[in-house]
């Protein structure tokens, strides 16, 4: 009965946490939606999240693009396909690796910072002091954060893909003597703005993520210090395991035709 017991409690904690979360998203899309809305708040979360990430974001793009023509090339050097390049870098870079590698960047640098900070202001208990002054906690602490990390995160895709087909042509044209002109030819020739759309739709959902699952992991986090530390912990890991699955689903409803 014991292993009945221990299976029946995962569950219940389970479904207690889905519960809970998804009335914490309903909650945060009402507040989204509804005024008031505290632009200035919106507006120094766009800086924190959208401009202090773009460093990150394009020196992991550039080198991912660099990476990702080494890999072609000999690749398709096996097989004298060696003028793919440009393109397979062009395509993996908008529709897959722009939008996932920068949201898991974001997600480490932001989704972290997010639960640190709302946590810290739970267990000190200045959220309740929020809601004795009448002010919604979801209002003023998490849409503010949900808008802006939704807004930011097409801008970084968009800067991402950019930056990492740069990568691809600085290898390509530095290490393996390609033409320059053909190569941004051949780049612009094969990539659609599909390609690129769809890159920026998968951005803002994981935009969407990110901000929800640190602000989720800061609002009911419990426990001092170390509560905390755990919060911070669970809002990435989180971020994370959903960005890789929300994009398979997107990938699959988006390619599927």
Not at 147 to 152: D, K, R, S, V, Y
Request: hydrophobic share 50%; net charge positive.
């Amino acid at each position: 009965m014991t292993a009945f017991a221990t299976i029946g409690s995962f569950f219940l904690r389970f479904f207690a946490q889905a519960g809970q979360l998804s009335l914490f998203i309903l909650n945060t899309l009402k507040a989204m939606t509804r005024p008031p809305f505290y632009f200035r708040i919106i507006g120094q979360q766009i800086i924190r999240i959208g401009y202090y990430s773009l460093p990150v974001v394009a020196l992991t793009s550039f080198f991912t693009g660099g990476a990702l023509a080494i890999q072609i090339y000999y690749g398709g050097n096996q097989f004298n396909s060696e003028t793919i390049v440009s393109s397979i870098v062009a395509l993996g870079i908008t529709r897959e690796l722009g939008p996932v590698l920068g949201g898991l960047m974001v997600a480490g640098r932001v989704s972290a910072a997010i639960a640190a900070e709302i946590g810290t202001m739970r267990v000190t208990e200045q959220i309740d002091a929020l809601t004795t002054l009448s002010t919604d906690p979801f209002k003023y602490l998490v849409a503010p954060r949900v808008i802006a990390a939704t807004l930011c995160m097409p801008v970084l895709a968009l800067v991402a893909d950019i930056i990492g087909v740069f990568g691809g042509f600085v290898v390509g044209t530095q290490s393996f003597g390609f033409n320059a002109a053909v190569y941004v030819q051949r780049t612009v020739d094969f990539l659609t703005l599909d390609d690129v759309t769809s890159g920026l739709i998968k951005a803002a959902v994981f935009g969407f993520i990110i901000a929800t699952m640190g602000c989720y992991n800061g609002y009911y986090s419990k426990g001092g210090a170390q509560g905390v530390g755990r919060a911070t912990t669970n809002a990435v890991v989180a971020a994370s395991i959903l960005i890789l699955a929300a994009n398979y689903l997107m990938t699959s409803l988006l390619f599927s035709s």
